[in-house]
């Protein structure tokens, strides 16, 4: 304050101590606050929305290595995602977000989770549970191709590419550990 009142006297005499003059200004104020809390959020949505086109195009590079599979092969891996994604909606924590229930696999295209509205959920939790569909799915897909077969087909079939011409936005993301350690452990 006494970097902006030299005088202390001047400033008593200009200054009444009276802030109701101000209260006009309440409603203006609560109107910027909630535009803010608006704009943060949808820049939270678009951030996790981000996320999810990162996870749903790995999926569907995993989807275009599961096609080169052996028919027997490739029955087993989508008996697995079936049986996966029928139990993850059975998940207490999946029902609580019912956007989540919007995710859908398909044989012939593959996993779908970018139909999710996230202005209608808490992206945090969906965030986390796509996260923990994910690491189950590509686990599922280490164990029926093992670990070895896993990494060659990672990086013939486009996944290392993508990753590293995507690294910066996974970066921005905070996704870069999290996918690092899923796909080459």
């Known amino acids: 304050m006494e970097e ?28 910027f606050y ?12 678009a951030k996790t929305f981000d996320k999810l086109i990162v996870f749903q195009q790995i999926l569907n590079i995993f989807q275009e290595l599961i096609n080169y599979l052996s028919i027997l092969d490739r029955n087993t891996i989508y008996s697995h995602f079936t049986n996966i994604l029928y139990h993850f909606k059975e998940l207490e924590a999946v029902k609580n977000e019912s956007e989540l229930m919007k995710i859908s696999f398909d044989p012939s295209s593959g996993f779908s989770i970018m139909n999710l509205n996230l202005f209608n959920g808490n992206k945090v939790a969906i965030e986390k549970q796509i996260k923990l569909l994910f690491k189950t799915i590509i686990r599922v897909i280490k164990l029926e191709l093992g670990f070895d077969e896993f990494v060659l087909n990672y990086i013939h ?6 990753f590293f011409s995507n690294y910066f936005l996974i970066k921005k993301l905070d996704l870069d550990v999290f996918l690092l350690k899923l796909l080459l452990t």
């Not at 079939?157 to 993508?162: A, I, M, P, R, V």
């Open 4 to 31: 902006f009142v030299k005088d202390k006297q001047h400033w008593d005499s200009i200054w009444p101590s009276d802030t109701e003059q101000f209260k006009t200004f309440i409603p203006k104020i609560k109107g």
């Open 34 to 45: 909630h535009d803010w809390k608006e704009a943060e959020d949808a820049s939270n949505v």
């Open 157 to 162: 079939n486009g996944l290392f590419k993508y």
